[in-house]
């Protein structure tokens, strides 16, 4: 059950991936809410807005995989304990691109604008760190072809009594004829 982590009271200071800032993940929580119901602040994080507007900000998805799979794990008494989040979420978040639109619709200041565009070029070259090496497919085919048989071609259709049926409009002859001959 999510009761510590979503709690007003938590302590938990996140490293923010988009920006160089940290920021009580509680503050990051009410920020959300206040966006998805439409009442985001005018006047202050116009680029976490953005971002989570796109979905570059993980909060939305972290509150997602918690309801998800019932995990809270983060969540501190400790004032200023200081963490980072996971690298699924960093991976998921990692090649998402923020939009001119969204730009232009938040009030950025010059370095939010600079932050966001430095990540929407590092998300053209992201590599995913949690996606395992593939393992090297085999220069040997699975099964030899010059072996396989073709299959049977399927018999014509008697194609006048489908027509003819067709033709008079009884669909209902043509769909007969036509299942008769299938």
Partial sequence: MINKTLQHDNQLVINCPVFPTKSRIAACFILRDLVW???????????????????????????????????????????????????????????????????????LSSAEEKYLLEHNENAKNYVNKTVKQSRRISAKPAMELENVEKPAAPAKTDASALVSAAQTGDMSAAINAEMSNG
């Fill in 37 to 107: 119901r439409g009442d985001g602040p005018a006047d202050k994080r116009q680029g976490c807005q953005a971002a989570m507007h796109c979905g570059k900000c993980p909060i939305n998805l972290l509150i997602k995989r918690m309801v998800q799979t019932g995990e809270d794990t983060y969540h501190s008494t400790v004032p200023g304990e200081t963490r980072d989040f996971d690298t699924k979420l960093l991976d998921a978040t990692g090649k998402i691109l923020i939009s001119d639109k969204q730009m232009q619709r938040h009030s």
